[in-house]
C-alpha cells in the first residue's frame, strides 16, 4: 500500500507543478505573478515527478502498473481541480501536506 | 485551411456526438456499474451475504472438486454439463451447478445452482431468483430487449462514433491545457462547457482506452474480414489455431464411465503447482465423448484468456492446454480485452475504473446538456421550439435522470418482489425498464427546470429508499455491514447515500423559478442603477 | 415531333424538379453523402485494406490476422475523421472509391480469386 501511496502523491505533486506554472493559476495562489525563471523550475519539477511516478509504478505492477497510473492520473486532476476552483487558498496547505506524505512513504520504504 | 480544419472538426464532434449521446450514456452507465458486477449480484442475493472467504482459499480447492464431482454424480448424473465454480476473493461461496434437461427444441436448459458455504462446508438456502450485476453487463453490450445482433451492431457503432468524437473533441481542444484546473461554477452554459472539458480531461486515458478496447471486444462480429482472408473457414479457423482448448468434438449418446478425477487434477498439478484455479467444466459427464476443461485465474496479468487445461473425461489423458507463452501479437490483442472487461483489477484499481467511468457518463452528459442549452438560446426569437428541441430536451431528461431512478427500482424490486414469484429475475428487469418508461413520459409532457428539479428530488428519495428498504427487508443493514467488514455490501449502501447527496445537490442547485426572476430583476435594477449613477 | 417536345419537356421538368430539391436540400443532401462516406466509405475501404494486411504482414497467419484486427479501429476512425476534413466532397468519394477497387483488385490478385 505504501508503494501505491508514494507513486499517487508523486503524480499529484506533478500535476500541481503543472498548474502552478500556469500563468492563472499561479496569481490565484501566490497573488504574485510568476517570472519565467519560476515556470520553467516548475514544469522541470513536474516532469521529473510525473516519469519517476510513472517508473516507480511499471517497475512494480508492469502493465498492471500502467493502468494504476491511469487511474492516480484521474484522481489527481479531480483533487486538483476542486482545490484550484473552489480554495485556491488551501493549495499552499495541500502541497506542503503532499510532498510531506511523498518524503514519509519514500523514508518508509527506504526503512523497511 | 486550418482554421477550417478547426470548425469541421467542431461541427463533427458536435454532430457525432450527439447523434448517439443517449444510448453511449446508457452504455457508459451499465458498463460502470458492470466493474462491480459480481458485488451487485452479491447484494441482490442476501442468502449469500454471510459467506466469507477462508483464509485456506487455494488449499481447499482440491477437496472442494472432488467433494463436487461426487456431489454431481450423485444428483445429477445424466445432465448434458456440470461447472464447479470454486470461491473466489470476489464471490466467496462455492457452486456446483449443472444443467437442467433441456426442454424440447432448446439448446440449453439453464443452469441449476447449488451453494455451498466454504467454510462450514453446509448447503446455503437457494437464494432468490436474480440477474443482479449480470443484468448491467449484458446491458452495456446487448441492449436487453433487442436481438442481440442487432443490438451488438448499434452499440459497436455508437462506440465508433464515440471513439470519433473524442479524437476530434482533442483536436478542437487547442488551449486544453492553458486553464486546465478550472471550474467555473455558477455559470450557465460556461460551467455545463467547463464540467464537460473537465470530465473529459480528468480520464482522457480512460475514455480512449475504453472505447477502442470495448470496440475490440466485439472486433470479429464487426470486421470478420482478416479472419476469412486468411483462414479457410474464417473466424472459427482463426479461433482453433490460437486456442487449441477451444475445440469441441461432438456429443456422443454412448455412455462410458467418468475418469477418476484425481488423477486430473495431479496431472493439474504438476503443470500448474500453487495454482488458483477458478472453475471446472464437464461437457457430456458420463457419455464416451466427456471432456473436462480446468481453467486457472490470470491474477492480475493483463491478460483475458485464461490459463486452460482440457482433458479427455473418459481415460484422463491431456487433450490440449492454452500456450504458456504468447506471442507479441497475442498478448496486444489479449491485453486489450482484459484491459476492458477490467477483471483483473484489485479493489484499488477497480474503484479507480469506477470513478473514471462516471467521469465518462458526467462527459456525456453535460454534452447533451449543452446542446440543448444551445439551441434554446439560438431558438428564443422564434419563441416556439421546433419538435427537434423538445425531442432532445425530453431524451435528456429521460435518459440523464430516469436511468438512475430506473436502478433504483431495480434495487427496491429485488427486496420486495416476493421470494417464490415465478419468473422472479425478469420481473425485477421489468421494474427496470418500466420505471424508465414512466420518466420518459412524465418527460414527454413538460421538460423544464421544475421537472429536472423533481427528479433530482424523487432519484435522491429512491436512493435513500434503496438503503433503507434493504435495512428492513433482510438482516444486515449498512452498520452492522461496516461492524462485520462486509466491505462489498457496505460500499454498495455507501454509494447509494453519496449519490443521495448529489442528487439533493443537484436539486438545490436548479434554480425555481421565483429565483430566477429575481435573479433577472436583480440584474436589470443593477444595470438601472449603474445608468442612473453614470447620467 | 411534337410527342418528343412534350417528352422532352417532362424530362427538363422532372430534372428542374429534381435540381430544385438539391438546391432546397442541398445542405442535407451534402451531409448525408458525407456520413455514408465516412460509415460506409470508411467501413469497406477498412475491411479491404485489413484483409489485404493480414495476408501480407510477415508474421505468422494467427499473429498476423490479429493485429490486422487490432488496428482495424484505429484505421476506420482515420478514416472517417479524414472524410469530415477534407472540404470537396466529390474528392471524398473519388478516393475512397478508388482506393477501395485499387485495394481489392491487389487482395483479388494475391488470393488467386480472378
Known sequence: MMHELLQFSLCLLAFNCFALAKFNHYREVFKTRPNEKQSKQFLLAAWISILLSLVLSVAQHSGYGALLFCGYIAVSLLILMIFYSFKASWVKVMSMLNISVIILSGLFLSVF | MKENFFRSMTWMHTWVGLLVCWLLYLIFYAGTLSFFRDEITLWNQPALHHVQTTETRIAQQKSQIIAGFDYLQNTAADSPRWGIYLPSQREPQLNYAYEKPRPEGQRFGGWQDHFIDPQTEQTIEQPRATKGGNFFYRLHFDLHYLDVRTARWIVCFASLFMLVALISGVVIHKRIFKDMFSFRANKGSRSWLDGHNVSSVLALPFHLMITYTGLITLIFMLFPYPAMTAYEDGVRGLFNDVLPTNVRSKSSPESAPLTDIEGVLDHVYTNWPNADLTQISIRDPNKASATITVRASTGTQLRDQTPTLLFNGVDGSLIAKSAAQLSNTEVFYDSMTALHTGRLANPLLRWLYFLCGIAGCVMIASGCIMWAKRIRKRMKKQQTASFGVKLVEALNLATLMGLPLATCAFFIANRLIPINTVERADKEILAFFLTWLAVALFALFKRTKAQWRQLAWLNAVACIAVVLINALTTDGNIISYFQNGQWALFSFDLLCIVFAGLFVVQAKKIPTQIQINTQMQGSRRSAKTKLQEQS | ?114
Open chain 3, 1 to 114: 415531333m411534337h410527342a418528343q417536345s412534350v417528352k422532352n419537356s417532362q424530362t427538363v421538368s422532372i430534372t428542374s424538379k429534381l435540381s430544385h430539391i438539391y438546391q432546397a436540400h442541398s445542405y442535407r443532401i451534402a451531409v448525408f453523402s458525407r456520413f455514408l462516406a465516412a460509415i460506409l466509405g470508411g467501413y469497406t475501404f477498412t475491411a479491404v485494406f485489413t484483409s489485404l494486411l493480414s495476408i501480407t504482414l510477415p508474421l505468422k497467419k494467427s499473429d498476423a490476422v490479429l493485429l490486422s484486427v487490432s488496428l482495424t479501429i484505429l484505421i476506420y476512425s482515420c478514416v472517417f475523421i479524414w472524410v469530415f476534413a477534407v472540404k470537396s466532397l466529390i474528392r471524398i468519394w473519388i478516393t475512397i472509391l478508388l482506393t477501395t477497387a485499387g485495394l481489392a483488385l491487389l487482395l483479388s490478385v494475391l488470393k488467386g480469386w480472378l
